[in-house]
């Protein structure tokens, strides 16, 4: 018996609560009950195998194609206190899954299931078997002592969360396995088609990404500074002078775009048109509404330098009223490398300055005397190679983020407040992915 005790999430009126209990089963009947619900009279379940303890049967689409299940209760991996994370989740499959696969693979779609069900709700975690046979390709899964071998096909609760709120959820884990997460009375629209997983939010950022950001090339202060500076007369985006550009250029990039394809589905608050956007969202201290009724959350751009330490995303403040009030916060972290302002004999930080000075813009106030070296730490220039976005929930919140203070003061000189901070190996080189939304790489996308 594990002496670890895994996280489990329940929702109680629309709000999302975790605690620490034990995992709960449900038996083969009251599984395949679950399964008659779904699918009504087209589900009929099959005897694999005498004595099995899983449930296996099948599914018959509305356009006649057949779907073959193989069924077992979602738990946590167990073992010692630290060995596993407490929100990972798995079922276990053996040689007779694979060959429940080999026997109703040409019949038709073979799809393994995972229920989880924790105080009043149940979730269906699905997982492709394909990558996951492909592993034992020259295998007989069979242990050293003569007994069928266990593998586990893991899901976090987080991606169960994410299938729970949207109806259902899709995303090809570190190890390209293709798992996702459905809501119980949606498994027959999402075996059908019905339910496509599109996210209207994802597929614009993607178009962003595609069509509107330059990756892997070096991006300079010259040309990026003017871009920005140019933007302020057609969007309103006035942060053009700020010596930290690789950032305000992505929210740049995303003001442009949002300006000249505006959507219900995604704003940039500092410069958005939408007069019901400026309004809800002034307060929030955060660049993204995501508006519309169905998703109705907030989000912020960032861009992260690669290296090492974390990187601070917002303040305490803004962000726990953020999350109190729209339950999630997507952060969309763009990430690069950086070329310090003192390539090249400082050439780019001498070039901004007298930019601004020739534009008459140079603040007197703040520096009297005009120095060409102010703000040494400008960026030379930048290539972004990578863009990830990660949730902030209650389930993520203390196991990947934590709050640290800031560098330096305000301009009124009082200490500025802490903020939430991440990682910057775990944005990176992350072998733990429950709290990725999405990865893109510009090669391709990655759900």
Same mark, same amino acid.
């Given at each position: 018996m594990s002496n670890v005790i895994p996280m489990q999430m329940s929702i109680c009126e629309g709000e999302l609560h975790t605690e620490y209990a034990e995992d709960s089963k449900k038996n083969s009947e009251e599984i395949a009950d679950l399964l008659k619900k779904e699918f009504g009279s087209s589900f009929s379940?099959?005897?694999?195998?005498?004595?099995?303890?899983?449930?296996?049967?099948?599914?018959?689409?509305?356009?006649?194609?057949?779907?073959?299940?193989?069924? +077992?209760?979602?738990?946590?991996?167990?073992?010692?206190?630290?060995?596993?994370?407490?929100?990972?989740?798995? &079922?276990?499959?053996?040689?007779?899954?694979?060959?429940?696969?080999?026997?109703?693979?040409?019949?038709?779609?073979?799809?393994?299931?995972?229920?989880?069900?924790?105080?009043? &709700?149940?979730?269906?975690?699905?997982?492709?078997?394909?990558?996951?046979?492909?592993?034992?390709?020259?295998?007989?899964? &069979?242990?050293?002592?003569?007994?069928? +071998?266990?593998?586990?096909?893991?899901?976090?609760?987080?991606?169960?969360?994410?299938?729970?709120?949207?109806?259902?959820?899709?995303?090809?884990?570190?190890?390209?396995?293709?798992?996702?997460?459905?809501?119980?009375g949606e498994l027959a629209k999402y075996l059908a088609g019905v339910e496509k997983n599109e996210n209207p939010i994802l597929e614009i950022i993607e178009y962003i990404n595609n069509n509107a950001i330059e990756w892997n090339r070096w991006i300079m202060a010259n040309y990026a500074i003017p871009y920005m500076k140019n933007l302020e007369e057609v969007t309103g985006f006035k942060y053009w002078k700020q010596n930290l550009w690789n950032g305000w250029y992505i929210e740049a990039v995303y003001s442009e775009y949002l300006h000249k394809y505006p959507s219900e589905y995604i704003d940039y608050i500092a410069t958005s048109d939408n007069s019901d956007v400026k309004e809800e969202y002034k307060d929030i201290g955060l660049d993204l509404a995501f508006p519309e009724k169905k998703q109705h959350f907030v989000g912020d751009l960032k861009a992260v330098c690669e290296g090492y330490g974390s990187t601070l995303l917002n303040d305490k403040s803004k962000v726990e009223y953020a999350l109190k009030k729209y339950k999630r916060i997507w952060f969309i972290i763009y990430i690069h490398e950086k070329k310090p302002g003192k390539t090249n004999d400082y050439e780019m930080v001498k070039w901004r300055n007298n930019y601004i000075l020739e534009l008459g813009e140079w603040d007197y106030k703040v520096h009297p005397v005009y120095e060409p070296l102010s703000a040494p730490n400008t960026p030379h220039s930048v290539s972004y190679s990578e863009m990830i976005i990660i949730e902030l929930n209650e389930i993520t919140r203390d196991k990947y983020f934590s709050v640290g203070a800031q560098w330096g003061v305000n301009s009124d000189g009082k200490i500025?407040?802490?903020?939430?901070?991440?990682?910057?190996?775990?944005?990176?080189?992350?072998?733990?992915?429950?709290?990725? &939304?999405?990865?893109?790489?510009?090669?391709?996308?990655i759900h």
């Amino acid at each position: 018996m594990s002496n670890v005790i895994p996280m489990q999430m329940s929702i109680c009126e629309g709000e999302l609560h975790t605690e620490y209990a034990e995992d709960s089963k449900k038996n083969s009947e009251e599984i395949a009950d679950l399964l008659k619900k779904e699918f009504g009279s087209s589900f009929s379940r099959i005897q694999y195998r005498r004595r099995q303890r899983v449930v296996t049967g099948s599914y018959e689409t509305e356009d006649h194609k057949e779907v073959y299940l193989m069924v +077992a209760n979602l738990t946590f991996m167990g073992g010692k206190e630290g060995q596993h994370r407490k929100d990972l989740k798995r &079922i276990q499959y053996d040689v007779t899954w694979r060959e429940f696969y080999e026997d109703y693979s040409s019949k038709g779609r073979v799809l393994w299931l995972g229920l989880y069900s924790y105080k009043d &709700i149940n979730i269906w975690a699905f997982f492709e078997p394909e990558t996951y046979l492909q592993k034992h390709k020259d295998s007989n899964m &069979i242990s050293k002592g003569g007994h069928k +071998a266990k593998y586990s096909c893991h899901i976090y609760l987080n991606d169960l969360y994410q299938g729970y709120t949207g109806g259902s959820y899709t995303k090809v884990d570190k190890n390209k396995n293709v798992v996702g997460a459905v809501r119980t009375g949606e498994l027959a629209k999402y075996l059908a088609g019905v339910e496509k997983n599109e996210n209207p939010i994802l597929e614009i950022i993607e178009y962003i990404n595609n069509n509107a950001i330059e990756w892997n090339r070096w991006i300079m202060a010259n040309y990026a500074i003017p871009y920005m500076k140019n933007l302020e007369e057609v969007t309103g985006f006035k942060y053009w002078k700020q010596n930290l550009w690789n950032g305000w250029y992505i929210e740049a990039v995303y003001s442009e775009y949002l300006h000249k394809y505006p959507s219900e589905y995604i704003d940039y608050i500092a410069t958005s048109d939408n007069s019901d956007v400026k309004e809800e969202y002034k307060d929030i201290g955060l660049d993204l509404a995501f508006p519309e009724k169905k998703q109705h959350f907030v989000g912020d751009l960032k861009a992260v330098c690669e290296g090492y330490g974390s990187t601070l995303l917002n303040d305490k403040s803004k962000v726990e009223y953020a999350l109190k009030k729209y339950k999630r916060i997507w952060f969309i972290i763009y990430i690069h490398e950086k070329k310090p302002g003192k390539t090249n004999d400082y050439e780019m930080v001498k070039w901004r300055n007298n930019y601004i000075l020739e534009l008459g813009e140079w603040d007197y106030k703040v520096h009297p005397v005009y120095e060409p070296l102010s703000a040494p730490n400008t960026p030379h220039s930048v290539s972004y190679s990578e863009m990830i976005i990660i949730e902030l929930n209650e389930i993520t919140r203390d196991k990947y983020f934590s709050v640290g203070a800031q560098w330096g003061v305000n301009s009124d000189g009082k200490i500025r407040g802490p903020k939430f901070k991440v990682s910057k190996k775990m944005l990176k080189d992350i072998t733990d992915d429950s709290f990725v &939304i999405y990865r893109f790489r510009p090669e391709k996308a990655i759900h």
